[in-house]
């Protein structure tokens, strides 16, 4: 495990055995508050510029991550943007356009691990 803060974080080894167990490209983690709308730390792939993935993270969590408003009063299974906001919303989103240019990505499902931090799981999108 890698250390993260002083502490152990399994985050790394989780995303990469998505990627591989999924046939994936990318597993980008993102721990956000989903109540107040506020993100903190992303992690992706070695290629992507990190002050960006953070950057990014911070501004469309708040503003459009397509599974905030869902996720910030359930706890249950793994959804796609699609399910949860309906499929023209998510083809029209700004989140989606927003993957799709950075990372490429054409599918995204959102995952909520059964590990609770401040009383609240993260989600692995």
């Known amino acids: 495990m890698l ?4 502490r152990a974080t399994p985050w790394p080894l989780v995303l990469t ?6 046939s994936g490209v990318v597993a ?6 989903w109540a107040s709308g506020r993100a ?5 792939p070695p290629r992507v510029d990190r002050a960006r993935l953070e950057a990014v993270s911070r501004r469309y969590v708040k503003v459009s991550h397509p599974f905030a408003r869902y996720y910030a009063t359930a706890s249950d299974t793994a959804w796609t943007p699609a399910e949860i906001n309906g499929s023209a919303a998510w083809r029209h989103s ?5 993957a799709r ?6 599918y995204i499902l959102g995952v909520l691990p059964p590990v609770r931090s ?3 799981p993260p989600s692995v999108s």
Not at 17 to 22: D, H, K, M, S, T
Not at 94 to 98: D, G, M, W
Request: proline residues 0%; hydrophobic residues 30%.
């Open 101 to 106: 240019e950075f990372f490429g990505t054409q």
């Open 40 to 44: 903190g730390r992303g992690r992706g």
């Open 28 to 33: 980008v983690l993102t721990e956000a508050r």
């Open 3 to 6: 250390r993260q803060g002083g």
């Open 118 to 120: 401040r009383g609240r």
């Open 94 to 98: 700004q989140f989606r356009s927003l």
């Open 17 to 22: 055995e998505l990627v591989r167990g999924l």
